[in-house]
Every structure is written in C-alpha cells, then in structure tokens.
C-alpha cells in the first residue's frame, strides 16, 4: 500500500480503538434498551405491536443480531409484556396525544395493576375473554416497547453489559463503514489519495460521530444509509446506467428501513437529476427505465425489511380513527400504502416532528423549539477547527458550483437540504441528528482540499486538522458531553444544551465509582436517564424529585443536568453550589 493508504488504515483503527473504549465506558443511554429489545423479538418472529412505529426496524436488528448467539432469557415480566398480558391503560395517538385504551378494549376485559421490579413501576395485567387489548393496528407501542427493553436488558435474567456492548458493536461497523465510503467517495471525485484522506481524519476526528457512534440507536445508521445512498446516487447521475440505479434503490431502501429521514434525500435527488438530465441529454425513455429500477429496487428492500407488516392496513374503524388520530391521507390511500408497516411510521414520524418536544437551549426552554436550534447547536458541538475547515471547504466550492462535479456538488447540496430541514422541525433535543449532514460535509472537505495548490494553504489545513484531533482525542471518553473549546468545553456544556447533546444517561457507570472512592453509601437521586441501569449496578439510591427533594434534611443530593436545568430545580441552583461533578453531568450536593 501506499504511504496515504497506510496512513488512512492508521486512521480507521484509531477511530476503532476508541469507540471501543468508550462503549466499554459508557453506561446505557435513554433509548438504547428498547432498540434491543424490539430488535431482538423481530428476529425471533415474535409477534409483537412494537415494531414498525416512529423509527423503522432496520437499526434495531443490526444492533440486536449479536444477541442471537448469546444466552438470552425473557424474564416472566418481558414474556408477558410480549404476549400483550402487561401494558399501559393508556396510549399515545399517531399525533401524540394521551388517551385512555378503554374504548378499544373487548368486552369482559378486566385489569389490575401490578408492580414490576426492581423500581415498582406500574403495568396492567389484563384478562381477556379472547384477545389481548393492546391486539390493534392502529395501536402505537412506544411505551411497552421502552418498559420491555428495561426488563428485557436489566431484568436480572441476562448479563446487560455485555448484551449493551454486543449491541453496540454493530454501530461502531456502521461508524467505520461510513469511513470507508467517504474515502472511496472523495478519491471517486478527485482522483487524490490525500484528499480521500482528508476527509476521513475530519471523520475520525468528529467529536459528534464518536459520542454517538457506539450507541445503539438510529442516528449513526441513517448517516451511514445517507452517505451511501447520496454516494450511489451521484454516480448514478454521471454514468445513468441500470447498474447504478438498481445500486442507489438498494441503498436508499435501506437507509429508509433505519431512519424516516432519509426522505430528506427527496430534493436532493430530484435537483442531482434535473443537472444531470441537463448535463447529459438523456431520452424520457431511459430517464423512466432508470426511475422504474431505481424506485422497484428500494421498494423490495423495503417489503423485505417490514415483511412483517408488509400487506395494506386492515380498514380502521371510526374509533380507530378518532383515537389513534390517524391522518386523512392515510386513511384515504390505506390500501395502496405498502409495505403499511413503513408508511404508519412515516405518518408518526412527521406528527412528532410537527408537533416537537420541549427543547432547551441556553437557559430558555420551548415546546416547538427555535428554528436556529441546529446551526447553534453545530458550532456549540464541534471544534473550532472543524467549523473553519467547514467554512472554508464551501468558500473553495463556490466559485467552481456551475463546474464542479455533481459527487462533489451533491455533498454541499445535500448537506445543506438536510440543515434546512433540521431548522423547520420542531424535534430540537440533539445535534446527533446532524450525522447524515456531516459525513457529507467530510466529502466535501476533502473535494475542497484537492483543489489546493499552494504549499502554504495545504499545510494550514493540516494544521487545522492536528488541531481538531488534539482538541477530539484529548476530550476522551466524554464525547457525548463535548462542546466546542470555544465556550468552555464541556464544564460550560449544560448551560447552552442539554438532553442528548450533553446528559443522556452514559454515566451511571462513572457516578457508581465516584461514590465507592468517596465512601458514600446513599444518594437522593434525579436522574435522566435508565433508572434500571442504576439498581443493575447496585447504587443506593432514593428516587426525589424538585418538589421532594426540598424535604431532605441530610444526605447526598445527586441531579442529572438535563433535570437540573428544568425550572422546577430553579430552587437549587439558586440557593447552592455543587460539592462535586461526576463527568461534568452529575451535580453532586451536600444537605443541608
């Protein structure tokens, strides 16, 4: 191999090497139990209501496949949890709205509330006279999907470490993946074995591809689905040939099947083809033979993925339709919306959307979030280097965008589609969602670097490059609380965000050995995060909350930042100052 092979191989193993340890390190985030969980029942066949819903199931059978050859055991809890005997008496409707189950139950349906350990939670065991209440539809299981992958990971009948690590080794592939077709894609463009590198270190060396890299959710898989199916596509509109398109349907069917946002790729696409068609003088007939094949081959992919929920919906009653909120277009195409799993998930996905969560973002707090969220939460995220790299990469590329080729094109057109999008949603909880978009502005990078002729300017940008990889790797292992050295790093983070960005629940581990090296042997706890993680790892601890809390009169007061920093702990951080902070996320108080 050539010296920039070697050395772009150099680069993957760092990247390797950390993301492993870090996933060693980090405990269980929020949502990563119940992609297990619901991963795991889809490759047992079981039939389950909590698949197909506002994420597609791609992602949680990649990160649910290593359980497969472990010894997995469901717990009496999980067995009648995925039987339908246990669950919620209430629902939450395709647009988000609470509402009661009552008016779907069978007639002689009965049900009690029982207790489930270790954290007294409250289900309710329902008795039928035929069938389970929850057998609907319509029905959207996120909850019972969430409480299930608790009791399936932390139940006490499986080792949850190494069922966390297992699952999360599928995503540092998908991470290294990513890599591998930013570098064939930006040698593809330029022809330079050291642009290709160039856009891997600014790769390997993101902070924000490291914090979420590992984690067994959706956010790394969509970017890798985005960068292989944006990469296929621009080949596709330089050389339209059936082998490209039938390449770039597959990759697209696939990153539909991890994330709805891959749908983002809409006007991208159809902007590449309009270039493209104009560049090339295709005839109508080949430019439709190409959609046909581009648009079969991600449709089978999709029928393949969501089998289980492949035909069209069953017609849906008017209760069905007034509880569940389903929307008009659904129930006016039903029968020709198939694979019906895949189009039920597009229609939650983009009421949630709509309708947004609450959202933090430097002090302030909002339902439907503010449409600067992202671009703030990019500079806030990432290195400082990066952004003038970042910067400066689109600066080369303007005055080159009427001749530029469309695989360079494509990177600063879809990266910006995909930013554009982020600031009318109205989900603000984590920059993680900007993944897709930075893995292409890496491509992006590297194309600009190639384009560079003086000696001087090359050197700068190795220069920037060495600064954001010292700022990267020094930071380790707290890459889900990395913020920009431009605001203070991560000490400084929770003042500017919180949630995802910043506490999501990865130290549970760090906040057990903090407490064991200080001899503490009790804590009041407040914490964002998987309460069962923290009894699986046996931390002694008194569920509070901002109004309880208020009556201790002595002991050790320990508040996540995401819970800290709602107005209800205005109390607290007005009146004292923490005695310690575990990883940056964990305020440790002394009462009184």
């Keep these: 191999m050539t010296p920039t092979r070697w050395l772009a191989a150099g680069l993957m193993t760092v990247m390797a090497v950390v993301l492993i340890g870090v996933s060693r390190e980090d405990s269980a985030t929020v949502d990563e139990a119940s992609h297990l969980g619901v991963g795991y029942l889809y490759w047992k066949g079981a039939h389950t209501r909590f698949g197909a819903e506002e994420h597609p199931p791609l992602e949680s059978l990649i990160e649910s496949f290593p359980l497969l050859f472990m010894q997995i055991k469901l717990s009496d809890t999980a067995q009648a949890m995925e039987r339908g005997e246990l669950g919620y008496p209430w629902t939450v409707s395709w647009a988000g709205q609470i509402k009661s189950v009552q008016q779907i139950l069978e007639p002689g349906c009965q049900g009690q509330y029982v207790q489930i350990p270790p954290l007294g939670d409250r289900l309710v065991e329902w008795h039928c006279p035929s069938r389970y209440p929850l057998d609907n539809w319509y029905y959207q299981a996120v909850p019972e999907a969430q409480m299930f992958g608790k009791v399936f990971v932390y139940g006490g009948a499986n080792d949850a470490d190494a069922m966390l690590f297992a699952g999360r080794l599928g995503q540092i592939l998908l991470t290294l993946l990513t890599g591998v077709v930013i570098v064939f894609w930006t040698h593809r463009a330029t022809g330079q074995d050291s642009a290709a590198v160039i856009a891997l270190a600014v790769w390997v060396?993101?902070?924000?591809?490291?914090?979420?890299?590992?984690?067994?959710?959706?956010?790394?898989?969509?970017?890798?689905?985005?960068?292989?199916?944006?990469?296929?596509?621009?080949?596709?509109a330089e050389e339209p040939t059936v082998k490209y398109a039938l390449m770039s349907g597959v990759a697209t069917g696939l990153a539909m099947s991890m994330k709805y946002t891959t749908l983002l790729l809409a006007p991208t696409y159809l902007i590449l083809s309009v270039m493209a068609w104009r560049r090339s003088n295709l005839s109508i007939s080949n430019i439709g033979k190409l959609a046909a094949v581009f648009f079969i081959a991600g449709w089978c992919v999709a029928l393949v993925v969501f089998w289980p929920f492949a035909s069209p919906a069953p017609a849906p009653t008017q209760t069905d339709l007034t509880l569940f909120d389903v929307p008009g277009w659904f129930k006016t195409l039903r029968p020709?919306?198939?694979?019906?799993?895949?189009?039920?998930?597009?229609?939650?996905?983009?009421?949630?959307?709509?309708?947004?969560?609450?959202?933090?973002?430097?002090?302030?707090?909002?339902?439907?979030?503010?449409?600067?969220?992202?671009?703030?939460?990019?500079?806030?995220?990432?290195?400082?280097?990066?952004?003038?790299?970042?910067?400066?990469?689109?600066?080369?590329?303007?005055?080159?965008?009427?001749?530029?080729?469309?695989?360079?094109?494509?990177?600063?057109?879809?990266?910006?589609?995909?930013?554009?999008?982020?600031?009318?949603?109205?989900?603000?909880?984590?920059?993680?969602?900007?993944?897709?978009?930075?893995?292409?502005?890496?491509?992006?990078?590297?194309?600009?670097f190639s384009r560079l002729t003086d000696r001087w300017l090359r050197c700068t940008t190795l220069g920037l490059i060495g600064w954001q990889a010292v700022v990267v790797l020094a930071a380790y292992p707290f890459y889900i609380q990395f913020f920009s050295e431009a605001v203070g790093g991560a000490r400084n983070g929770y003042k500017y965000l919180i949630d995802s960005n910043y506490d999501w629940g990865q130290d549970a581990r760090r906040l057990r050995n903090f407490l064991q090296d200080n001899g503490i042997?009790?804590?009041?706890?407040?914490?964002?995060?998987?309460?069962f993680s923290i009894e699986y790892l046996k931390i002694p601890n008194t569920r509070v909350n901002a109004e309880t809390a208020r009556q201790i009169r002595q002991g050790t007061l320990v508040v996540s930042a995401s819970q800290l920093m709602r107005p209800e702990?205005?109390?607290?951080?007005?009146?004292?100052?923490?005695?310690?902070?575990?990883?940056?996320?964990?305020?440790?108080?002394?009462?009184?």
């Design 336 to 448: 020709l919306l198939v694979p019906s799993g895949l189009f039920k998930g597009l229609a939650i996905a983009m009421a949630h959307s709509k309708i947004g969560t609450d959202s933090y973002l430097m002090g302030q707090w909002s339902r439907g979030g503010w449409w600067y969220y992202f671009p703030l939460a990019f500079l806030f995220k990432t290195p400082v280097a990066y952004v003038i790299l970042v910067v400066s990469g689109f600066l080369l590329f303007v005055p080159k965008v009427t001749t530029a080729r469309l695989s360079e094109f494509v990177t600063w057109l879809g990266a910006g589609v995909y930013l554009f999008w982020t600031m009318s949603s109205g989900i603000n909880i984590g920059v993680r969602h900007l993944l897709p978009m930075m893995s292409l502005l890496s491509v992006g990078i590297g194309c600009a």
């Design 205 to 236: 060396f993101n902070p924000v591809a490291l914090a979420y890299g590992h984690v067994a959710n959706t956010d790394i898989g969509v970017a890798f689905g985005i960068t292989l199916s944006a990469f296929l596509f621009s080949q596709l």
């Design 569 to 592: 702990w205005n109390w607290l951080r007005e009146s004292r100052q923490p005695l310690a902070r575990v990883a940056y996320t964990l305020f440790v108080y002394q009462l009184p």
């Design 521 to 531: 042997d009790h804590i009041y706890l407040d914490y964002f995060g998987n309460q």
